[in-house]
């Protein structure tokens, strides 16, 4: 098993832009999520999904839109980057609420410029 | 005021010490404790639960004490793989069920 998996793995972006960030598990998990992870804070949720085809909003969801039409994949889409979203963004999943372990991806480092 | 809240450090020790960390949590609903491990820019993997009774798994220790609210976690005679950033980790219903991290404590264990 891969675990969880995350594409890309960097990413430099000019201001205005949008991208998408693509996180998998193959652990037939339900719940799956996006944090960002800023220097000096802890781990922020941006939004989570429960399940095939539902997301909700975290803590920090401004910017950011997620979709989860399969139950494997989650995407993360910034539509116009600003340089206040460079960060270090991880996806993660479990098998149920938030008491169970959470599984990590290996993270993706975005800059925007 | 942070949710939880960590002395950053770093914590410099030598190799056979032991070493604790302390963290706070301020809701006083929060149902769930944990310790998360975070090696150099890489992901975090969960360490240990923490139980109201406290729990030992090899050389680290978590204890939890709901009265005042922090979370301690101890490791005895440091390794120089111990090295990482810890986070503490709580969630609370008033969360939403959800995890609310710390920002982490880093250890360096030098020989």
């Known amino acids: 098993n891969a675990g969880v998996t995350q594409t890309p793995k960097f990413r430099v972006l000019k201001t205005g832009q949008s991208m998408t960030l693509l996180c998998a598990q193959d652990m037939n998990h339900e719940y799956m999520y996006w944090y960002r992870q800023d220097p000096g804070m802890g781990l922020r949720l941006i939004h989570y999904s429960v399940g095939e085809g539902t997301t909700a909003k975290g803590e920090v969801p401004d910017g950011y839109n997620v979709s989860r039409l399969k139950k494997q994949n989650f995407l993360l889409g910034l539509e116009s980057a600003a340089p206040s979203q460079t960060s270090v963004y991880f996806c993660?999943?479990?098998?149920?609420?938030?008491?169970?372990?959470?599984?990590f991806g290996p993270g993706t480092r975005l800059t925007v410029t | 005021r942070k949710e939880v809240e960590q002395d950053p450090g770093p914590f410099n020790v030598p190799e056979g010490a032991t070493v604790a960390f302390n963290c706070t949590y301020s809701n006083s609903a929060s149902q769930s404790f944990f310790w998360y491990r975070q090696d150099c820019r890489k992901e975090p993997k969960l360490l240990m639960s923490?139980?109201?009774s406290g729990n030992e798994d090899g050389r680290f220790t978590a204890q939890l004490n709901r009265a005042s609210q922090y979370i301690s976690l101890l490791i005895r005679d440091s390794k120089l793989s111990d090295s990482a950033t810890y986070l503490c980790?709580?969630?609370?219903?008033?969360?939403?069920?959800?995890?609310?991290f710390g920002a982490g404590t880093i250890l360096r264990v030098k020989s």
């Open positions: 993660a999943s479990s098998i149920g609420q938030a008491a169970y372990e959470q599984y």
């Open positions: 923490v139980y109201s």
């Open positions: 980790v709580v969630r609370a219903v008033e969360y939403g069920n959800k995890l609310v």
